[in-house]
């Protein structure tokens, strides 16, 4: 008989080869009617960023220059360059100085924003999708100034501290005793930057998923650089971190891992569950460590029921907690257990959670819509990405 218990204590809400043709650029004359190449659309996470005229993203490339694509072939293929017919077009949205064109080597013609060339991503199947987002570290959804429109951070799992803010490669940001938050003011410099890199920002608004945007600012740096705030308090990741759930930087004194809230992150050891940003699913729920949970189909959350054993189990372990275990990041009145094997199987709005035996580290999804049945589960409990 299987029986729902709730034992949890709730730590607060919170929310991973090219050729290069000689091109011709041409302004977008300021007068002209047409079809509408470029347009602005708000992204969540990502604020306002330029699509194409049916709402698809636009990316830009690292690896070109201005004026300049050095994506062809295969690159090209995944990276459909966004390319307009002729001269004769509009722009919504996006400052009409900024958009340009030129002619590519199989003669079509591209469009430019600030210089940079344009693409689509092949596996963006719907408006607004931004599954392209990062990918290589070297392309980005072009903001509508031009610029390449990046998350400051986004939310990660460190064993023992529980949820934590990363950079996008999955590193722990920091902050600083010596610093201040009022005024906010970085105090590290010199040799102290080589060591504790400072949160740099592109744009004028940063961007974080899973925190509160009130908690997040920026403040310029003595080289002219925009460095991240949280809560006042200015970013940094440490040089010795080298991976993501990686904390090195705590073992220092006045340094602290900075919790989600912007506050300092502290050793609490009875955590078993919390939330973290993966990949482009957004926040989900994981385990202490981090790692991925999914839901089930074939389960039922009235009354929370499991039907996966045997070889499924050894596939989808299940996600066991002890008594009195803690939550973060999840609303804990969401959060129960079911009796399974003389052991308490986590349960998130009734529905049992596991683990996949294909994810390795933390911000692993590979079990996403594995048989159409299996999903990463939301904080709320919903499935993701669906």
Do not use: H
Not at 15 to 37: F, N, R
């Amino acid at each position: 008989m299987i029986r729902r218990s709730v034992a949890v204590v709730a730590l607060g809400l919170i929310s991973l080869t090219a050729c290069t043709g000689t091109p011709e650029s041409k302004p977008v004359a300021q007068q002209q009617d047409g079809v509408v190449a470029l347009k602005a659309t708000e992204i969540a996470d990502l604020g306002p960023v330029v699509t194409d005229d049916q709402g698809f993203t636009l990316y830009r490339f690292d690896g070109d220059r201005p004026g300049e694509s050095t994506c062809d072939g295969e690159c090209a293929a995944t990276w459909p360059p966004a390319t307009v017919p002729g001269e004769d077009f509009t722009v919504n949205g996006v400052d009409r100085s900024l958009v340009s064109t030129f002619v590519r080597k199989d003669g079509s013609r591209q469009l430019l924003v600030d210089g940079m060339p344009q693409y689509r991503f092949a596996k963006d199947t719907g408006p607004g999708e931004t599954k392209g987002q990062g990918l290589q570290g070297k392309w980005f959804a072009t903001g509508t100034d031009g610029t390449r429109t990046q998350l400051a951070a986004r939310t990660g799992v460190v064993a023992g501290l529980g949820a934590v803010l990363t950079n996008n490669a999955g590193l722990t940001l920091y902050r600083f005793d010596g610093d201040t938050a009022q005024p906010p003011t970085s105090f590290c410099d010199g040799k102290c930057a080589e060591s504790w890199p400072p949160v740099l920002v592109e744009g004028e608004t940063p961007r974080v998923k899973g925190v509160d945007s009130k908690l997040l600012g920026t403040i310029t740096r003595k080289d002219g650089k925009k460095q991240l705030t949280v809560a006042n308090w200015p970013q940094y990741t440490f040089k010795n971190d080298t991976k993501p759930g990686e904390a090195k930087g705590v073992a220092v004194e006045k340094w602290f891992a900075t919790a989600t809230d912007g506050k300092k992150a502290q050793q609490n050891k009875a955590i078993a569950l919390t939330s973290a940003t993966v990949g482009d699913l957004g926040v989900v729920a994981t385990d202490s460590d981090g790692m991925t949970l999914y839901r089930f189909d074939d389960d039922s959350a009235e009354p929370p029921t499991s039907t996966c054993s045997g070889k499924c189990a050894e596939q989808w372990p299940p996600a066991f907690v002890d008594e009195g275990f803690q939550v973060q990041g999840v609303d804990a009145s969401l959060v129960g257990t079911i009796e399974r094997d003389g052991k308490k199987q986590l349960t998130i709005a009734g529905w049992p959670q596991y683990l996949f035996a294909g994810d390795e580290v933390c911000g692993d999804a590979n079990g996403q819509g594995v048989g159409g049945k299996w999903w990463a589960t939301k904080a709320d409990g919903s499935r993701a990405g669906r």
